[in-house]
């Protein structure tokens, strides 16, 4: 019962808080304002619990980008945005596209997929930065997930391919 409440409460999360049943496409429309928050918000120092401006946590961070990027869901954790958001369809080259949300160790860590090479997060330690997957992080890796669409994007059909 409990399972089927966290599930439905991800569900009601993902929908409800964007108004769209879609997931953005890898490299669309959203790029653009997606790279300027990751950018805004790298350097800041890791704080537990923490959502910026000063200070983040990992699933904080991922809000906060997903916020400034016109993306509006509650804050919540890690695991909860894995139950939450979208699944991603056609493997592993679609799972490594900029801006998939991934989840490590047990969907205790989450991060924005830069590339097939790296991320983003916030590190115990190192604070927000962009690291590799490999060798450490790829061998943690739990999964990916699409953020959620945006319902009304101000941004033009075909968005702007990310390089």
């Known amino acids: 019962m409990k399972r089927l409440a966290i599930a439905l409460w991800g569900l ?10 879609e997931a953005l496409p890898a490299g669309g429309s959203a790029a653009l304002p997606l790279e300027q928050a990751i950018a805004k918000n790298l350097g800041r120092p890791y ?4 959502t910026g401006n000063k200070s983040y946590d990992c699933s904080g961070f991922v809000w906060r980008v997903m916020t400034d990027a016109g993306v509006f869901i509650k804050r919540s954790t890690a695991r909860k945005y894995y139950l ?3 699944k991603i369809e056609g493997g592993a080259a679609n799972q490594y596209a900029f801006g998939r949300l991934v989840f490590f160790d047990d969907l205790k860590h989450v991060g924005i997929v830069d590339n097939e090479d790296g991320f983003f997060h916030a590190e115990t330690g190192h604070g927000t930065r962009r690291s590799g997957f490999a060798p450490y992080w790829r061998g943690k890796v739990v999964g990916f997930r699409a953020i959620p669409q945006v ?3 101000s941004t033009p059909a075909g968005g702007t391919e990310r390089r």
């Open 12 to 21: 009601a999360l993902a929908h409800s808080a964007t108004g769209a049943d």
């Open 47 to 50: 704080v537990m619990g923490s």
């Open 151 to 153: 319902a009304d994007s």
């Open 84 to 86: 939450a958001m979208p």
